[in-house]
């Protein structure tokens, strides 16, 4: 069974910055594409940040240039470097599969940005 455990939300002013972590168990993490997700009350899980096996990253338009993810396969855990926050960036954060979600959801972490 795939277990995703993310960490290290929190609440934050804006302009300031978190790193979150998420730590993989039960897959073989280095064969997968990753990604990071949000979902903000009301609004549906959208991805934020892509890492694919090879390191590759790729960024929605909403946090390029200002979110860094990044992946060490020994460590199975992925993490996503956040600079700059601001209070759109206030959600729940979740990692899993890039494009096709489908190990069990964890139970996220939430960042809060206050203005």
């Known amino acids: 069974q795939v277990q995703l455990v993310e960490s290290g939300g929190g609440l934050v002013q804006a302009g300031g910055s978190l790193t979150l972590s998420c730590e993989v168990s039960?897959?073989?993490?280095?064969?997968?594409?990753m990604a990071w997700y949000r979902q903000a009350p009301g609004n549906q899980r959208d991805w934020v940040a892509r890492?694919?096996?090879?390191?590759?990253?790729t960024y929605a338009n909403s946090v390029k240039g200002r979110f860094t993810t990044s992946r060490d396969n020994d460590k199975s855990t992925m993490y996503l470097q956040m600079n700059r926050l601001d209070p759109e960036d206030t959600a729940v954060y979740y990692c899993?599969?890039?494009?096709?979600?489908?190990?069990?959801w964890g139970q996220g972490t939430q960042v809060t940005v206050s203005s």
């Open positions: 890492i694919y096996r090879v390191g590759t990253t």
């Open positions: 039960g897959s073989n993490f280095a064969a997968d594409s």
């Open positions: 899993n599969k890039a494009f096709t979600p489908y190990y069990p």
